[in-house]
């Protein structure tokens, strides 16, 4: 079978049909221009025209969003797991072998929904392991001091043999 040409308006080269950006308002679903001269003539619109242009994109982007909320939170998501792993200098394989589904300190599972707390020692730098929210917000309120974590201990056991 053979492929179908067709001559650029621009270039006046002639390139297979393929080689063409679609275009819904012509029969053969094809632009009138091969693909490097559209870039051409869009770079130069856009250059000469940069508000309208910004306009015509964010008008665009927000249509896109509108109609495809699924895939704008699934995107948001996978940023934002990509952002915690990077902030935190980790790999996908370093928190997976991190992450065994339960909480490090507490040994409870994780619930269902819930992004665990990557736990990092704040002086150092370096990742300690993976926390439910409550251990993790506790450690911080300790100010991650071994001390107070002692004192809190100790406090719980007195209280337990002393009751007032």
Not at 20 to 35: E, I, L, M, Y
Not at 73 to 85: G, P, S
Request: overall charge positive; hydrophobic content about 20%.
């Amino acid at each position: 079978m053979e492929e179908i040409r067709k001559t650029c308006s621009k270039c006046k080269k002639e390139f297979p049909l393929k080689d063409f950006t679609k275009s819904n308002q012509r029969k053969d679903g094809r632009g009138s221009f091969c693909k490097p001269c559209d870039s051409m003539r869009k770079r130069k619109y856009k250059e000469a025209n940069p508000q309208h242009y910004r306009i015509v994109q964010k008008a665009a982007k927000d249509k896109w969003r509108t109609e495809n909320p699924d895939k704008v939170e699934a995107q948001y998501q996978k940023d934002k797991a990509t952002r915690r792993l990077k902030t935190h200098g980790l790999t996908q394989t370093q928190y997976d072998e991190m992450d065994n589904g339960c909480c490090h300190i507490c040994k409870d599972p994780f619930p269902e929904g819930k992004t665990p707390c990557i736990d990092h020692c704040h002086t150092k730098g370096h990742v300690r392991g993976v926390l439910c929210s409550n251990c993790n917000t506790a450690i911080g309120l300790l100010k991650d001091d071994t001390t107070r974590l002692e004192s809190a201990i100790n406090y719980l056991i007195k209280g337990e043999i002393k009751c007032y």
